[in-house]
């Protein structure tokens, strides 16, 4: 069961700069209705197992939470992770979370794919690696669900209810601090 199109393989083409493989459906679509984030089979289609269940597509997105990481927000997130017993069990569950989404794809497709059991991605549970991935997952699963990805979109001023694909980006109050502006 895939909400797929052809013309959102067309849009995730134009975003990416090239096809996207292993594509199970679309996880969040932006208010226009483009495609933001997809979800991913647990194993590409030459076989690869592929354990980033949530690749976030949107360009613009792309290029802040690249800003992000470059200047020390993931950093400044794994020292949290040491210090912050709530939010390191937020994140374990965040974690739990993907695992689950990612086995319910693979039962759905057929999947048995026992290289990356117990692996989610972006770093979790224990260290930030990859914002991007973090965001994808909390567009895709909704609010309240990976903290981290939940912080990551609120640092970048991301509105749910506004269009990214185009026009002014709606940016918070202290992005410049952030060097976002």
């Known amino acids: 069961m895939s909400n797929f199109s052809d013309a959102d393989a067309a849009v995730v083409t134009a ?14 679509r ?5 495609p933001l984030v997809i979800t991913t089979e647990p194993r590409l289609p030459n076989g690869t197992p ?13 290029s802040r939470i690249g800003t992000l990481e ?12 040491g ?12 974690h739990d979370a993907y695992l689950a989404d ?7 497709g057929g999947f048995d794919v026992p290289e990356i059991e117990g692996i989610s991605a972006g770093g979790m549970p224990d260290r930030v690696k990859c914002l991007h991935v973090l965001a994808g997952h909390a567009l895709a699963a909704g609010p309240g669900v990976n903290p981290l990805g939940d912080e990551t979109l609120a640092l970048l001023g991301f509105d749910r ?3 990214v694909c185009e026009g002014p980006w709606p940016w918070p109050e202290g992005s410049r601090e952030l060097g976002l502006e």
């Open 15 to 28: 975003q990416l700069g090239r096809p996207a493989r292993g594509v199970h459906a679309v996880g969040y």
């Open 30 to 34: 932006c208010v226009c209705g483009k």
């Open 102 to 108: 990612r086995a319910a794809i693979a039962a759905e």
């Open 161 to 163: 209810a506004v269009c």
């Open 70 to 81: 470059g200047n020390g927000v993931m950093r400044l997130m794994q020292d949290r992770l």
């Open 50 to 62: 592929f354990p980033t269940t949530y690749y976030l597509t949107a360009p613009r997105i792309s």
């Open 83 to 94: 210090t912050d017993p709530q939010l390191a069990s937020d994140y374990r569950a965040a």
